[in-house]
């Protein structure tokens, strides 16, 4: 039954009696070349806004308009981040562990729909926060950091409330996050003791 399976195993071991080594090896390298520059483009098309805002209806209809609004999008200094700038580690490894977990979850919850009305989006939405703070948290809100830096805040002109919490931050060990909830989003509604106190969404 599995004969073909044998042969092709055998014949893909035995030294090639039909071709040149120099042939072998070239199309290897061609090979080599064309799949690295296809993995590379799906790498970097799956990481852009125009995909991840705008590809699939749960993000284009609850996520993106939120995004939109928020001054992530637009600000005076003119610099947005885009949802992989968030969301996405720069590194490799990382960037691919965040990539498998989203074919893994994300992409099946917009096949099968599990969030695809804004009641279901709602009903799922702590439940999804929850796993991007934990993930922040984490890594000490290091997709933040890769563009905000605590070194070059100039306190002076930042508010007091601002000033006093970034210095007290820095002895307490908080991180951006622990603070910084629904920054590009809809806060999700939480239990008081989760939330209410840090508060400081702006
Ligand atoms: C791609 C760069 C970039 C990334 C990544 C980024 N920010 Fe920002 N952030 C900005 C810019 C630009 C502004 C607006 C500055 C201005 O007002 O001119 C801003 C504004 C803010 C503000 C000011 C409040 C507001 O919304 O107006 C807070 C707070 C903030 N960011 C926190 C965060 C946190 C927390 C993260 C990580 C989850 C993060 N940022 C990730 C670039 C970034
Ligand atoms: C202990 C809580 C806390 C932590 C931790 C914290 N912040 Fe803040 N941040 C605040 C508060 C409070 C404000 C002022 C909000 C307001 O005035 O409404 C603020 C304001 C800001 C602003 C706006 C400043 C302005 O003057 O408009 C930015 C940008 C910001 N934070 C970025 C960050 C980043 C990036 C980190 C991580 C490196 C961070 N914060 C960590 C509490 C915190
Ligand atoms: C400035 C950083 C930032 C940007 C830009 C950003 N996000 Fe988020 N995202 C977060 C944070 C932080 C959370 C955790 C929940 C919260 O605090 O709002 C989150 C949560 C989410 C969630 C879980 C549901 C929810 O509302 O909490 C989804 C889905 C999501 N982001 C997708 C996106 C997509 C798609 C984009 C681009 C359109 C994007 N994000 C842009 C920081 C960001």
New binding site residues.
């Given amino acids: 039954m599995f004969g073909w399976l044998k042969r092709l195993w055998r014949g893909l071991w035995t030294p090639s009696t039909r071709w040149a080594l120099g042939t072998l090896l070239g199309g290897g390298f061609v090979a080599g070349i064309a799949f690295v520059a296809v993995f590379n483009t799906s790498l970097h098309l799956t990481g852009t806004?125009q995909f991840?805002?705008y590809a699939c209806h749960s993000?284009r209809t609850h996520?993106?308009p939120e995004?939109e609004a928020s001054s992530?999008y637009t600000n005076r200094s003119g610099v947005r981040?885009?949802?992989a700038?968030?969301?996405l580690a720069k590194d490799f490894i990382p960037k691919m562990q965040r990539k498998i977990r989203a074919a893994w979850t994300d992409v099946p919850g917009e096949i099968f729909g599990w969030i695809d009305t804004p009641e279901k989006f709602e009903a799922r939405?702590l439940e999804?926060?929850e796993v991007?703070?934990a993930e922040?948290k984490a890594n000490d809100s290091r997709e933040c950091r890769s563009c905000h830096n605590r070194a070059y805040m100039d306190f002076a002109a930042q508010s007091s409330r601002a000033r006093e919490s970034h210095e007290d931050a820095a002895k307490s060990g908080e991180t951006c996050?622990d603070c910084h909830?629904?920054?590009?989003?809809?806060?999700?509604d939480m239990p008081a003791e989760e939330g209410e106190s840090e508060d400081f969404s702006l």
Avoid at 181 to 188: C, E, V
């Fill in positions: 806004d991840c805002a993000q996520v993106a995004w992530h981040a885009g949802c700038d968030c969301h939405r999804m926060a991007v703070w922040m996050i909830k629904g920054i590009a989003h809809r806060k999700p």
